[in-house]
T-cell receptor, first 111, second 116 residues
């Protein structure tokens, strides 16, 4: 059975801290791994990773994939209160682009 | 509209009643997905439509749940004889498949269902 596991479940940091969120997976027919940020309602897309070792970067956020060890990390540097959200990791299958989601990591950034 | 539209945004119903949730995907997107998110949880896959192919219903939790997609566009998720454990946010997403498409899902704002 396909499985996507995120850790930690929740995290509380202070502004300026750096955080690392983890996502490990066991899926068949892996195509890509995606990260989403969910603040209130609709998850919004952050990154799509398909190749190992190539870092994707967007401002203070970056992510990398290890297809040998079957995990990805999402780094956020110099955190801000606006980074408070649930961060969702999802694995995309070759068949039909369906996504299997992890349980999410709830990040709270305190002033 | 430019994004995925869902209605109603909130629905409160009594146990045993039927509910219908609607999703209007992004125009031109051939794939449509329904996910469910219980409080504080990740997204649970329910059903997936792709073009004219038979839908993937493998995530539907019971036969009280059904969904259809008419004309390859709007989709309706129906929950019959609702139970309290059906309370959740029901998220719809669509994606563009085809040459050059990366399969990124675009989510609607969700329909929050509360069963009393």
């Amino acid at each position: 059975e396909d499985k996507v596991v995120q850790s930690p479940l929740s995290l509380v940091v202070h502004e300026g801290d750096t955080v690392t969120l983890n996502c490990s997976y066991e899926v068949t027919n892996f195509r890509s791994l995606l990260w989403y940020k969910q603040e209130k309602k609709a998850p919004t897309f952050l990154f799509m990773l398909t190749s190992s070792g190539i870092e994707k970067k967007s401002g203070r956020l970056s992510s990398i994939l290890d297809k040998k060890e079957l995990f990805s990390i999402l780094n956020i540097t110099a955190t801000q209160t606006g980074d408070s959200a649930i961060y969702l990791c999802a694995v995309q299958h070759n068949a039909g682009n369906m996504l299997t989601f992890g349980g999410g990591t709830r990040l709270m950034v305190k002033p | 509209g430019a994004g995925v539209s869902q209605s109603p945004s909130n629905k409160v119903t009594e146990k045993g009643k039927d509910v219908e949730l609607r999703c209007d995907p992004i125009s031109g997107h051939t794939a449509l997905y329904w996910y469910r998110q219980s409080l504080g949880q990740g997204l649970e896959f329910l059903i997936y439509f792709q073009g004219n192919s038979a839908p993937d219903k493998s995530g539907l939790p019971s036969d009280r749940f059904s969904a259809e997609r008419t004309g390859g566009s709007v989709s309706t998720l129906t929950i019959q004889r609702t139970q309290q454990e059906d309370s959740a946010v029901y998220l719809c997403a669509s994606s563009l498949l085809g040459p050059g498409a990366n399969g990124e899902l675009f989510f609607g704002e969700g329909s929050r269902l509360t069963v009393l």
